[in-house]
């Protein structure tokens, strides 16, 4: 009788736990990945929203950190720009966001750092149900320039760009005062044109003394001057850090949101 209600009691407990486990549901938050590009493997965050489901396409934010959280730790990378605004306004994020990793000495321009970002991203998409005609790319500082970086390299493929703080010429590039040969393609027209009709609201500090305001400023402009789609937000007296007003503006993922590829 002893070894009957045991092993009664075992059932229960299995099944009381297998219950336990379909209500709690999919694990949601920020999840630990890896992916392997060649023969480097690249650690990288994806958040999920709580009411995350695989019974609906989600939209997906690829988001580029700046120099400061370069490393190989897979984490740092979210508590900067888009990980403090979506841990601070949750409700405005229904999305699954992915934060690759730029490693140490890199640069998110760089093809490798492209890569990586961008199979972190199929992955994501894979994974979680993502829907291809809703895929945003955002960065801040470095990530800015990878941001202009991918989407120049990877025409139609994003909906909507969100680059802060970011720009074109690289700061040592500005630094040293090298100018772009007049033999060369004009290097701000070239990227608005790769960009073309994809939707950019762009963000900068008037007081930037990292990156100049008018790296964004001439990016707008050449935009507008080939007939693309930008909005410039400029906030006067702020420094490097524009990424914290921008991410938190309730407007900017309103605006997000409503942005889809065309058919």
Known sequence: MFRVHTTLSCLALVAFGLTAYIKAGPETGFLNRKVTVGSTTYAYQVYLPANWSADQKWPVILFLHGAGERGNDGLIQTEVGMGGAIRRHVSRFPAVVVFPQCARDS????????????????????????????????????????????????????????????????????????????????????????????????????????????????????????????????????????????????ELAKWLFTQKLAK
């Open 107 to 250: 640069w998110w321009t760089l093809p490798a750092m492209q890569a990586q970002a961008l199979e972190a991203l199929e992955k994501s998409i894979q994974e979680f149900n993502g829907d291809r005609d809703r895929l945003y790319l955002t960065g801040l500082s470095m990530g800015g320039y990878g941001t202009w970086g991918i989407a120049a390299q990877n025409p139609e493929k994003f909906a909507a760009l969100v680059p802060i703080c970011g720009g074109i010429r690289r700061p040592d590039e500005l630094r040293s005062q090298q100018q772009t040969p007049a033999s060369q393609p004009d290097p701000y027209a070239e990227a608005a044109q790769r960009v073309g009709k994809t939707p950019v609201w762009v963000f900068h500090g008037g007081a930037d003394p990292v990156v100049p305001p008018s790296e964004s400023r001439k990016m707008v402009e050449a935009i507008k001057a080939a007939g693309g789609d930008v909005r410039y937000t400029e906030y006067e007296g702020v420094g490097h850090n524009s990424w914290d007003k921008a991410y938190t503006d309730p």
